[in-house]
């Protein structure tokens, strides 16, 4: 609605107003969203160990905002929607990005069938104590793999800067 001025047009709200108030109420709707993740999850681990996992959902919670701010700083590299980008071309990069990155959210969608369907289903998975390796994988290399690469960056440009590397060329010290 933002970037194709509706709050403005259909509703006379301003901007930042506008902003304000959408960001609160995103952050209502995922507390609502994901409570009932959160009980899933404490009647599936151990008694006595529930501080432990709502941390540790918190923290995944983090570690996922953090990703999504590093790839949604990619995916704005794709269309330029900077402020003089925005003022000469209009908001054709911003309305793009925005289809993008909405869309992204129904991806997530085929998960969905992961979730237990019931309370008695859930038990059974508690019951059953059975581990999933693969998942277990690919939660640490999405976890990992963007720090690691970071680091990897980060280093080979202090490397290329030791050894007197620049846009136009190298020269060993």
């Given at each position: ?9 259909i509703?006379?709200?301003s ?10 109420i ?6 609502v ?12 681990c ?5 501080g432990a996992?709502?941390?540790?959902l ?6 996922a905002?953090?990703?999504?701010t590093?790839l ?5 590299e794709?269309?330029d ?13 911003m309305?793009k ?8 959210y ?6 969905c ?22 998942a277990g994988?690919?939660?640490?290399a999405?976890l990992?793999l963007?720090?690691?690469?970071i ?14 590397c620049?846009?136009g ?5």
């Open positions: 609605m933002l970037v194709l001025v509706w709050n403005k047009c509703f006379g709200i901007d930042y107003a506008f902003s304000l108030g959408d960001d609160g995103v952050n209502y709707v995922s507390g969203q994901f409570l009932h993740i959160f009980i899933m999850y404490v009647g599936l151990p008694a006595g160990s529930e996992v709502f941390a540790i918190t923290s995944f919670g983090k570690v905002l953090n990703r999504g590093a949604g700083t990619l995916f704005a794709i269309w929607v900077s402020k003089y980008a925005v003022i000469s071309n209009g908001l054709s990069g309305w990005l925005a289809l993008l990155t909405s869309a992204i129904l991806f997530y969608c085929y998960a069938y992961l979730l237990p369907n019931s309370y008695a289903e859930q038990k059974q998975l508690k019951a059953e104590g059975e581990k999933n390796i693969i994988v690919v939660f640490l999405v990992l963007p720090e690691l690469r680091i990897l960056s980060r280093f080979s440009r202090l490397i290329l800067r030791y050894i007197g620049s846009s060329g190298c020269s060993v010290r």
